[in-house]
């Protein structure tokens, strides 16, 4: 019940955002949209530390557990974002990922891993802690993406309706999406590097027919690729838009295709 309770206040978050798009509202319903995120993320950050001190582990590892704290990261960005007027609406694309991820962690259990980790202590939670930034920053240029597409095509058709007046203008999304990707490939990279520095030293191999491995690389590749997409002449800023939506879209089937493939009880998540 611990973990469906910041659920629920998500959940109940993205209907007003819904409610404000449809209504045209601009002044109470974001805020009380913001003030729902805010108590899921204190309501959820009080149910990992509920978990930590139970088990007596971070909720890192394990598939429940890592995706529970994957979306507490996400929620807790967007509930920074929000005072940003503008940029808070980019929730209503967020938002959707985070009920995903967290109601895929409600429904298969919040539980301790039975493995014995190897890499541990304060090394591995810098290390995922990283990765799980990483990813979010991806995120982020995604649902920043998306409205960006959804903003370009009300302006090229020409519609200046609630879509319109709703949606941040294309040059807010636009740097939204830079911050994203550019903090998000830093965290990755760290991450990564602080992996293999473990793996060199006490496993003498970059391990790199280990799923978790393939996987990351695959997602630093993908950044590589989306931001190269924003470099060179013309619509530089479209491309980067289409490229995060796309290279997004990669790293989640990817992560499927190895979850189902090879089972990845070594992946984090």
């Known amino acids: 019940m611990t973990h469906l309770l910041p659920l629920l206040f998500y959940i109940a978050a993205f209907i007003l955002w819904v409610r404000c798009l449809m209504g045209g509202s601009q002044r109470r319903g974001p805020l009380a949209a913001g003030i729902l995120t805010a108590v899921g993320v204190v309501s959820h950050g009080a149910a990992l530390v509920q978990f930590w001190l139970q088990y007596g582990e971070l909720p890192l590892v394990g598939f429940g557990a890592a995706l529970s704290s994957l979306a507490f990261v996400g929620a807790l960005a967007l509930t920074l974002m929000l005072p940003l007027r503008e940029m808070s609406r980019v929730a209503i694309a967020l938002l959707p990922f985070i009920i995903v991820v967290q109601a895929v962690a409600v429904l298969l259990?919040?539980?301790?891993?039975?493995?014995?980790?190897?890499?541990?202590?304060?090394?591995f939670v810098?290390?995922?802690s990283l990765a799980f930034l990483g990813y979010q920053g991806l995120a982020l240029a995604f649902a920043a993406g998306v409205l960006y597409l959804i903003q370009h095509h009300e302006l090229k058709e020409k519609r200046l309706g609630r879509f319109f007046h709703f949606i941040p203008p294309l040059a807010t999304l636009d740097r939204l999406a830079r911050i994203g990707l550019w903090a998000g490939f830093a965290c990755l990279t760290l991450a990564l590097a602080f992996g293999w520095a473990w793996t060199m030293e006490h496993r003498g191999s970059l391990e790199m027919g280990d799923p978790k491995v393939v996987w990351a690389v695959l997602s630093w590749l993908v950044f590589l690729g989306v931001l190269g997409a924003r470099f060179g002449g013309?619509?530089?800023?479209y491309r980067g838009a289409l490229a995060a939506v796309i290279g997004f879209g990669v790293v989640i089937c990817s992560y499927l295709v190895l979850r189902l493939t090879v089972g990845g009880e070594g992946l984090f998540l």
Do not use: I, K
């Open 126 to 128: 810098l290390h995922v």
């Open 109 to 123: 259990g919040v539980e301790p891993t039975p493995l014995n980790l190897d890499f541990e202590g304060a090394g």
């Open 234 to 237: 013309g619509r530089n800023d």
